[in-house]
């Protein structure tokens, strides 16, 4: 168990004096509270600007299981996550034909804070949500596509912004108990400290060895504490939250000793690692806080934040391939300052006669980092590739608005421009030094017609936009190689647009339809060993998504949602990972007496894994089981969960790559497929009582 920081002792405490203390909720978040129980989504005809926009609520994220915090995200209808090492890494994610490797143009956001970290050790917008409380989200707002002029960096593919809640009905224990070492604790609660004030603390002890041959020894530490006042129209809030992990990982391992079943002479399987010092350990630590105000002139949100980062993480990909005798280890460590703030004004007005609506908003971001990697063995550093400090600032501002220019059609007109200003100070390679800057507009469009017949039609059109890692923009030289090589753009353009319809028409049926496009002037692609994600070829992307959500009874609830899309480079190549179709369809019985149950059908197509389609990855479905019983004897919102993960024990993999490893005896690197397996089936039971 990793010793925690003094400032998750401090969260701890107050967390515990929160949750034993009265339990007290204002009458207005009471009624929001009741709005939750009553829908999974928030996604009727007439709430978004896009087919492909929406609200998840509380009560959905409550009905089926989720195996790690990132998988929250497998919610957005579309989206898969899985992991390709230990579970305190940051999660891979899949959505409209990317790999998204660990966020790379999917914006995450959590209380207005970004999680996604430019020019990050690992990979570029590396999104670790492992420091998520799921039991505190309230929400999670959801859209694709670059098409809305609040959504900034990494947000062409898609974005979320997660809401923490500021109060709950009743302080609460938890504990999980499941197989292979997992346990969990979470203690939360919350209390009126003044008149109109209310603190929220949480506490989160977690361990997990997993079906490892190698045991993860995985030790979680996270706590929150938040202080709100005020009301919806004129409030305020502010956020302590810490989080620490450290893990030992199984990373992928290549297909053919899997097929062998030996290495050296002994059994190897699925769960077996060839590097048992692999792993990491992590830490974040943030102070936000938010106020907001309603009045006759329009609503104000003001919101800021600073942020302490760091990550050392140790992996292997190759084996023994670069360095026989050590073996190819390497470690690429992150240490950063993060602060920022935002603001926007949003005003009802009239607009040429015509009634509308415009907000205005600045964003700035800036970043103070150390990041290098390192040869390593046995998570020694016998080498140095790159280190480098970084300074970076990205800072956007945005208007749009919103016209309606009938009762039937609508329309949002934006535009917003970002400007990134970089500074690398290269401590190993002082030739990569340097400063660069650039800018970006990215103009917006909807048009919204309808309601007819409880249906409306979306068009949809927009720029947006990515940022490649700061070290790229100044590099001169190959830290490895010595060769001269090419410096990348600060910021890449994409392009999108999308056709979208949503109906209500059959009375307990939801249902949404987009066609989308969208095109990258130069795709991202991590290369482990190279410490940066590296710019590549232009793309294409076009697909189809279909959501549905069926209340047949108040009781019974399906959601299914089906993707497909197709992906190529600009010169006709295939993008590797690049998943082809995924599948997700949900069926949940809800308040059956003391009874809920949830069964989720989880489908993970197949995809490229080489440029000329020669070698694909296997498709995977999996199933995961519910079921709940309300315990009142034991307090209010207390009751037993039984959680079942893989419910048909299939043998399939969260991720796969090809590339060339080498093991010590062979007498070249091999080309091979390298899988890291899925979890087989997975018990977890949890009791929570409610005080």
């Not at 804070?113 to 707002?141: C, K, S, W």
């Not at 992996?315 to 470690?331: C, H, K, L, M, V």
């Amino acid at each position: 168990m990793p010793r925690p920081h003094p400032t998750l002792h401090l969260l701890a405490i107050a967390a515990l004096g929160v949750c034993v203390g009265p339990a007290r909720a204002q009458q207005l978040a009471m009624a929001e509270q009741t709005v939750e129980v009553n829908a999974h989504y928030d996604n009727a005809v007439g709430s978004s600007d896009a087919a492909s926009q929406g609200v998840i609520r509380a009560e959905l994220l409550k009905s089926r299981p989720a195996l790690r915090p990132g998988e929250v995200l497998e919610f957005v209808p579309g989206m898969i996550v899985t992991q390709h090492s230990g579970d305190g890494k940051a999660n891979q994610y899949f959505l409209r034909g990317f790999n998204l490797d660990h966020g790379t143009d999917f914006a995450t956001s959590l209380n207005g804070m970004p999680v996604n970290m430019p020019t990050h050790a690992h990979g570029q917008g590396y999104t670790d949500l492992n420091f998520l409380l799921p039991e505190l989200v309230q929400r999670i707002d959801y859209r694709k596509g670059p098409y809305f002029a609040r959504s900034g960096d990494f947000a062409s593919a898609g974005a979320a912004d997660i809401v923490y809640r500021t109060h709950l009905d009743a302080p609460f224990g938890q504990l999980t108990l499941g197989q292979n070492g997992y346990r969990r604790g979470v203690l939360g609660g919350s209390g009126d400290v003044a008149p109109g004030t209310t603190l929220l603390g949480a506490i989160e002890l977690m361990g997990n060895d997993g079906p490892w041959a190698v045991p993860e020894g995985l030790r979680r530490v996270n706590g929150v504490l938040t202080l709100h006042g005020g009301s919806a129209a004129q409030g305020w809030q502010a956020s302590l939250m810490g989080y620490e992990a450290r893990w030992t990982s199984t990373d992928q391992i290549p297909q053919r000793l899997i097929d062998a079943g030996t290495y050296q002479g002994q059994p190897f399987g699925r769960f077996d690692s060839l590097d048992a010092s692999d792993g990491g350990n992590t830490s974040r630590f943030s102070l936000s806080g938010e106020w907001h105000r309603l009045s006759e002139t329009g609503n104000t949100k003001v919101s800021a934040y600073a942020m302490r980062y760091r990550l050392k993480l140790f992996s292997n990909f190759s084996y023994a391939a670069e360095r026989p005798e050590d073996g190819d280890q390497f470690s690429q460590q992150d240490a950063r300052g993060v602060y920022g703030l935002s603001a926007s004004h949003t005003v009802d007005h009239v607009l040429a006669g015509l009634p509308a609506r415009s907000e205005f908003g600045l964003q700035l971001r800036h970043d103070r980092i150390r990041v290098g990697l390192f040869d390593t063995a046995a998570r020694q550093v016998i080498g140095t590739t790159r280190d480098d400090q970084v300074r970076e600032t990205l800072a956007g501002v945005y208007g749009q608005s919103g016209v309606e220019f009938t009762p039937w059609l609508r329309g949002v007109v934006g535009l917003r421009a970002d400007s990134l200003r970089t500074r690398v100070d290269s401590l190993s390679l002082p030739a990569n030094s340097g400063a660069a800057s650039d800018a970006h507009l990215s103009p917006k469009l909807s048009l919204i017609a309808g309601p007819f017949q409880k249906t409306e039609l979306f068009f949809n059109a927009g720029r947006g936009f990515h940022s490649n890692d700061a070290r790229g923009t100044t590099i001169r030289v190959d830290p490895k190689s010595g060769e001269p090589v090419d410096r990348v753009p600060g910021l890449v353009a994409s392009r999108g647009i999308e056709l979208g319809a949503r109906s209500e028409l059959i009375p307990g049926l939801q249902s949404s339809l987009a066609l989308w496009r969208l095109n990258f002037d130069s795709e991202l692609v991590y290369v482990g060993d190279a410490g940066a994600t590296e710019a590549s070829a232009a793309s294409r992307r076009h697909g189809v998504e279909l959501n549905n959500r069926w209340t047949p009874a108040r009781w019974f609830l399906v959601d299914a949602d089906f993707a497909w899309t197709h992906a190529r480079f600009n010169h006709g190549d295939r993008i590797p990972n690049a998943v082809d179709k995924v599948a997700s369809v949900a069926v949940t019985a809800r308040e059956l007496g003391p009874w809920s149950a949830s069964l989720q059908w989880r489908y993970l197509g197949s995809g490229a894994l080489i440029e000329d389609n020669s070698v694909r990855s296997t498709s995977s479905l999996t199933t995961n089981l519910r079921v709940t019983r309300k315990l009142p004897m034991l307090g209010a919102d207390s009751e037993l969960t039984l959680d079942v993960f893989n419910l048909g024990n299939r043998r399939v993999n969260d991720i796969q790559y090809f590339y060339e490893s080498q093991m010590p005896g062979e007498a070249a690197p091999v080309a091979d497929r390298h899988v890291h397996p899925a979890e087989p089936r997975t018990l977890r039971l949890t009791l929570r009582v409610g005080f």
